[in-house]
């Protein structure tokens, strides 16, 4: 049996690459909006540049109030991501750790992670699933 001859919905190349890159686009953008709603990332580190710095960690955009912490206090580890501490100091210039703090979320497991700087200034606060450093 012969297949039926398939349609050509495009009358040239240009339209069917525009239409595809189209597509790929909006689907790129919808998923990064949905990661962000969904978990808070804060995408704050451009090609050479550091976007978002909060004067202290209360005042980040991704705080969250209701996050209730298990620890007295958080774990602080030397950063180990060079790149990224270059740039920070050239915005803000002294000693960054990265701090990890476990505790709930609704009820689910979670640990906030950011870069501290001394003088309490903080970049890149996210939850993520899981805890980083508490044993049940």
Do not use: C
Not at 26 to 54: C, F, M, P, S, T
């Amino acid at each position: 049996m012969k297949e039926p001859p398939k349609l050509n919905l495009f009358d040239d190349d240009k339209e069917k690459k525009l239409a595809e890159h189209n597509q790929k686009s909006i689907n790129v953008e919808q998923l990064l909006q949905a990661i962000a709603e969904d978990e808070k990332i804060q995408i704050g580190v451009g090609q050479d540049e550091i976007r978002y710095i909060a004067k202290s960690l209360k005042e980040h955009k991704n705080y969250k109030e209701d996050f209730e912490r298990v620890q007295l206090r958080p774990t602080k580890d030397k950063a180990n991501n060079m790149r990224l501490i270059k740039r920070l100091q050239k915005r803000l210039k002294g000693i960054w750790t990265k701090v990890y703090h476990d505790g709930y979320d609704n009820e689910i497991k979670k640990s906030e992670h950011y870069h501290l700087h001394e003088s309490g200034a903080v970049f890149g606060l996210k939850y993520k699933l899981g805890w980083s450093n508490t044993e049940e």
